[in-house]
């Protein structure tokens, strides 16, 4: 339904003189307003005449130099109220139940993704984990010995002991504990030494279906520049035999756990994505319902 007009004309009044908003009130709720530094300009709407002479009875009253009074012609916009189920205020809009739909979307868009970032984790980590295990990826030498070595990537590196193992068809069978052994690794480049530790871990080994190949961590050593390397190594007193097998190439068991942690990663995130899902659906929910019940 249309809301009745204000009755009464608009006046705006000019005065000389800066008059302080707070007399607002007191002249009837005109809008004070200052069109230059030395002017207050008095808008708003008075009943009748007399009201009219009332307003301009306070100006004199303050002591007030009128300068102008203006009738002012403004069309009125009439207001829709409440008809049936739809008003064009909004204040008095509910929020669709659509909104309850959203929610439903979002969440369920954030269970595919979790689901598809833990499945692809899933998924990979048997082959992850056979790759960090790849034993082609080591190095075989038979020491004493030596043997050229492209190094691409920076980063530790490990040297292992096989207990048992095969080079080219012939098997060794070194004792179950290594023996002492005097290695280096130098850049073919420029020659320049490459310190590697003693680094004996009897956790850190590997070993094959048949036991065809089998070894322990014994050394550890950092690589800071790719490139072509030679390794060596000896008996401390000069000795040829007995022969054996040292393995180089990565730490297996730090490339074992990199896959962890980048599955975890996986997990994390796959888990943070559902309950952010989760959270922004119940916000959007609960608060549409809030909304729904205030109107």
């Not at 005449?49 to 009738?71: F, V």
């Not at 023996?179 to 020659?191: F, I, K, N, R, V």
């Not at 097998?245 to 756990?257: H, I, K, S, T």
Request: charge should be negative; proline fraction near 4%.
């Amino acid at each position: 339904m249309t809301q009745p007009r204000e009755s009464g004309t608009v006046y705006q009044i000019r005065v000389k003189g800066r008059l302080d908003k707070r007399w607002s009130d007191w002249f009837n709720g005109f809008v004070i307003t200052y069109p230059s530094d030395d002017e207050t300009l008095l808008d708003g709407r008075v009943a009748d005449q007399a009201a009219l002479h009332g307003l301009l009875a306070k100006i004199r009253d303050l002591g007030l130099s009128l300068l102008s009074i203006d009738r002012v012609e403004r069309l009125e916009q009439p207001q829709l109220g409440m008809s049936g189920e739809e008003s064009m205020d909004t204040r008095n809009t509910k929020p669709s139940a659509w909104y309850y739909g959203l929610s439903a979307l979002i969440l369920l868009l954030g269970c595919a993704i979790a689901t598809t970032v833990l499945c692809f984790g899933a998924r990979h980590l048997p082959t992850s984990i056979a790759k960090a295990y790849d034993l082609d990826r080591l190095t075989q030498i038979v020491v004493p010995g030596s043997a050229d070595l492209v190094l691409s990537r920076t980063g530790a590196y490990a040297v292992y002991y096989e207990r048992h193992s095969v080079v080219d068809g012939v098997k060794y069978l070194g004792s179950e504990m290594p023996p002492a052994l005097e290695c280096s690794l130098a850049l073919q480049d420029t020659g320049k030494e490459i310190p590697i530790v003693p680094d004996y871990v009897e956790t850190n080994k590997y070993s094959t279906i048949g036991r065809n190949r089998e070894g322990v961590l014994l050394m550890s050593t950092t690589v800071d520049e790719p490139g072509n390397y030679t390794f060596s190594c000896r008996y401390p007193d000069g000795e040829a035999e007995p022969k054996i097998v040292l393995a180089f190439g990565q730490n297996l068991f730090w490339e074992f756990m990199a896959v962890i942690i980048r599955t975890a990663g996986r997990i994390v995130g796959g888990l943070a994505v559902l309950g952010a899902a989760g959270a922004v659906a119940i916000v959007i929910a609960v608060v549409t319902a809030i909304k729904r019940r205030e109107r």
